[in-house]
Structures are given as structure tokens and as C-alpha cells.
Nanobody, 127 residues
Framework: QVQFVESGGGLVQPGGSLRLSCSVS????????IGWFRQTPGKGREGVSC????????YYTDSAKGRFTISRDNAENTVYLQMSSLKPEDTGVYYC????????????????????WGKGMLVTVSE
């Protein structure tokens, strides 16, 4: 039913950049957000960034602010996460996710609220 096409993961050097892409099909919600969670061995699955598809409202976790930029292409139902000035701490498996919202985009970006999960992509920031 709901399907994800995720791309952009890989190995980059500290200070480098990556752009993650997530295309979603089959979503029937009137209002929803698309974004990424990050899974690391030292931490749980934490919200990184998301964007409301109808309003374009964005969310970034503190560690991503100023370095990551999320954007959307509504025609393709695709979301992009441009990650710059990457640090080793950004390493992890990045899971694209869909969460139903209201028109007011008043919601918490946390794993318990996710309706659909992508399979994830490994991002490694290392020399």
C-alpha cells in the first residue's frame, strides 16, 4: 500500500555533505508530515527533521539546526534532507517516515507517532 523509495545514504568525510531523498506513494491522509529518524547504537531512534506536506512547516532536532535543510516536492511527493558540515556524530541509519497530522501541524516528531516506516539508509561520517 504505502511504499517508500529512499536514496542518498553512504560514506562521507567530516565536513562533507549528503542529500537524502524519500519518495512516498499510497498515502491517503489529508495532512501528513514526512521526515527522518536516526538510529544509532548509543542512542535510540530519534527524530532528525520533518516537513508538513501541505504547509511546508519544518522541524529540526537541535543537533541538525543550522546544518540540515529539509524541503519538499509536492508534485513528486518527495522530501529531501540536505545535510552539510557533517560530523561523525551524524552517523547512523536514517529512516524515512510518514506521520498523519492536522492542518495546524501541531504534533510531536517521535517514533511512537509514526504511521509508516521506510527501510532505512546507512549514513557514515568518517575519514
Amino acid at each position: 500500500q504505502v511504499q517508500f523509495v529512499e536514496s542518498g545514504g553512504g560514506l562521507v568525510q567530516p565536513g562533507g555533505s549528503l542529500r537524502l531523498s524519500c519518495s512516498v506513494s499510497g498515502v491517503t491522509y489529508d495532512y501528513y508530515a514526512i521526515g527522518w529518524f536516526r538510529q544509532t547504537p548509543g542512542k535510540g531512534r530519534e527524530g532528525v527533521s520533518c516537513i508538513s506536506m501541505h504547509a511546508g512547516s519544518t522541524y529540526y532536532t537541535d543537533s541538525a539546526k543550522g546544518r540540515f535543510t529539509i524541503s519538499r516536492d509536492n508534485a513528486e511527493n518527495t522530501v529531501y534532507l540536505q545535510m552539510s558540515s557533517l560530523k561523525p556524530e551524524d552517523t547512523g541509519v536514517y529512516y524515512c517516515a510518514v506521520q498523519e497530522t492536522t492542518r495546524f501541524a501541531n504534533f510531536w516528531w517521535n517514533p511512537n507517532g509514526v504511521d509508516y516506516w521506510g527501510k532505512g539508509m546507512l549514513v557514515t561520517v568518517s575519514e
